[in-house]
């Protein structure tokens, strides 16, 4: 799909600040998430945008909202409703914004985990655990758990996020919240999960975050999206050994086989790797939500 890449967002006036991928513009009570086409690996962000990636997080983050019906954060996705200054090119952000109400984020990292892989199954190859919870032994990477467990994370502003004990979440939020952020979590991922399966992806795992508006936790950030989850195509799925996917484990893959030392800058990404990454979040989008992504003007 021929269209350029938006890799930075520009509206006059209107204090922002960037994040890897999301350009985020303060309006007071609101804000205004733009959803760009950077991606980034290895908690650098790539010199090689992917084209159309910001409107499918977008678009795929706005489904999820609606479907799971619980409280959030978002007031609209549509760029005629947004209260920008005169002169911006609405047409350039159609399909990419999320106007939000502004909230106190949780810095903790919901995370869900209903198979092992990625950090989970590195903790669970060296303690039979992960993050403090015993899993049963002899399982294989990528083996569904015989529950979903949850599995917290600090949210680090500079390198990896850390896994951490459930117990340390109470530590750092009481006891009452951190039981409703791992009930809330784990009965959002069990909703989603089943829904994705009926579609042929499997959710083996996603991170959620909350943030308190008027004291009460509403969900937040993006939602069940290729970069907050690991998607897994059903009729690949082969547990033993690590799986296809519909995130972006591709470019991390291709990072990998390039010898890249990950300390230096990373190397831009050949078009093949571009186009075949467009279409693994093209299809987890079509496939989830049964709806033609809204595309922006150029």
């Known amino acids: 799909m021929q269209i350029r890449p938006l890799e930075r967002s520009e509206i006059p006036g209107i204090p922002r600040r960037q994040g890897k991928v999301r350009d985020i513009y303060d309006f007071g009570d609101h804000l205004l998430l733009v959803s760009t086409d950077r991606i980034s690996a290895f908690d650098w962000v790539l010199p090689t945008a992917i084209p159309l990636k910001g409107c499918v997080l977008n678009q795929l983050s706005a489904f999820w909202f609606e479907f799971l019906g619980v409280d959030n954060h978002l007031v609209t996705t549509d760029i005629n409703k947004v209260p920008l200054p005169e002169g911006v090119k ?51 990477e990528s083996d569904q758990l015989p529950e979903p467990i949850f599995t917290p994370a600090t949210k680090a502003e500079v390198g990896h996020d850390e896994n ?23 009965e959002l991922y069990k ?11 499997i959710l083996a ?13 509403v969900l937040a950030d993006e939602v069940l999206t290729p970069d907050s989850s690991r998607f897994w195509p059903a009729d690949q799925y082969r547990p033993g050994g690590p799986q296809p996917s519909f995130d972006k484990q591709y470019v991390r893959d291709w ?9 230096s800058p990373p190397p831009p990404l050949p078009e093949d790797v571009v186009q075949k990454t467009q279409e693994k979040y093209l299809e987890a989008f079509t496939r989830l939500t049964g709806r033609t992504l809204e595309l922006p003007e150029e």
């Open 90 to 140: 609405r047409g350039l952000l159609r399909g990419r914004v999320s106007y939000v109400r502004k909230v106190k984020i949780i810095p903790v990292e919901c995370v869900v985990r209903g198979y092992l892989s990625g950090s989970g199954w590195a903790e669970y190859r060296t303690t039979g655990k992960v993050c403090g919870i015993p899993l049963p032994a002899g399982l294989k």
């Open 164 to 186: 951490i004990t459930f117990d340390q979440v109470v530590a750092m939020v009481g006891g009452p919240l951190a039981e409703e952020l791992r009930s809330r979590s784990i």
């Open 191 to 201: 909703k989603g999960a089943a829904y994705a399966l009926e579609r042929g992806i």
């Open 205 to 217: 795992d996603t991170k959620f975050e909350f943030g308190l508006l008027d004291g009460k936790p």
């Open 255 to 263: 990072l990998i086989q390039t010898g890249w030392d990950r300390n």
